[in-house]
Every structure is written in C-alpha cells, then in structure tokens.
C-alpha cells in the first residue's frame, strides 16, 4: 500500500497551501481518511477527517479555516488550508481507516507545513 502526500512548505500567515493524498494497493474500503498533525514537542492530534459519505470533523482551531473532501473512487483527500497562522506549524500526516480483519489504517509519512513571516 502506498500513501503518498504532497503539498506542504512555507506560507506567511494568513496564507494558504492545499495538501493532497492518494492510498493505492488497498485490497480493503477506505472508510474514513484524515489528516493529522504533530509539532514539535507535541503529541500527534486530528486536524479533519472525512467519512465515505461525506461526513467531516474539524478540530476547533482550524474550524472555518480548512477544508476536508474527497474522491472514495480514487482514494484521494484533500485539505485545504487558508488564513494559515503560525500556530499551525507542524507535519502533517495523511491516515486512512479501514474496517476489514477488524480495521487498521494506512499513515503517510508526513510533510512539513511552516508558516512564518
């Protein structure tokens, strides 16, 4: 299975970047995909996630700032970041869940998003 991620880099606040992801070699429904961030020192957390029928979660902090879509037939999600602040710093990873043999999930390895002036 590949996970591959793209997308990130360096931003001025209140910029935008738009991460992209693609899962391919699953043999298993992608039911959920996400996108998680880990700055340094601190734990990973959610940032927004998607179900297969569209229903999305936000963490607050990034609530009316980023959006979470994407396409179930090609196993691509997109996040869309805009009025990016500093606090938003950190590697981004890509997840997504499947259900079958009791479920798992696929992580990419993460890509670097900086905002800073």
């Known amino acids: 299975v590949q996970v591959v991620e793209s997308g990130g880099g360096l931003v001025q606040p209140g910029g935008s970047l738009r991460l992209s992801c693609a899962v391919s070699?699953?043999?298993?429904?992608?039911?959920?995909m996400g996108w998680y961030r880990q700055a340094p020192g601190k734990q990973r957390e959610l940032v927004a996630r998607?179900?297969?029928?569209?229903?999305?979660d936000y963490e607050d902090s990034v609530e009316g700032r980023f959006t979470i879509s994407r396409d179930n037939a090609k196993n691509t999600v997109i996040l869309q970041m805009n009025s990016l602040k500093p606090e938003d710093t950190a590697v981004y990873f890509c997840?997504?869940?499947?259900?079958?043999?009791?479920?798992?999930?696929?992580w990419g390895q993460g890509t670097q998003v900086t905002v800073s002036s």
């Open positions: 997840n997504a869940e499947y259900r079958a043999l009791g479920g798992g999930s696929y």
């Open positions: 070699g699953s043999g298993f429904t992608i039911y959920v």
């Open positions: 998607i179900t297969n029928d569209g229903s999305t």
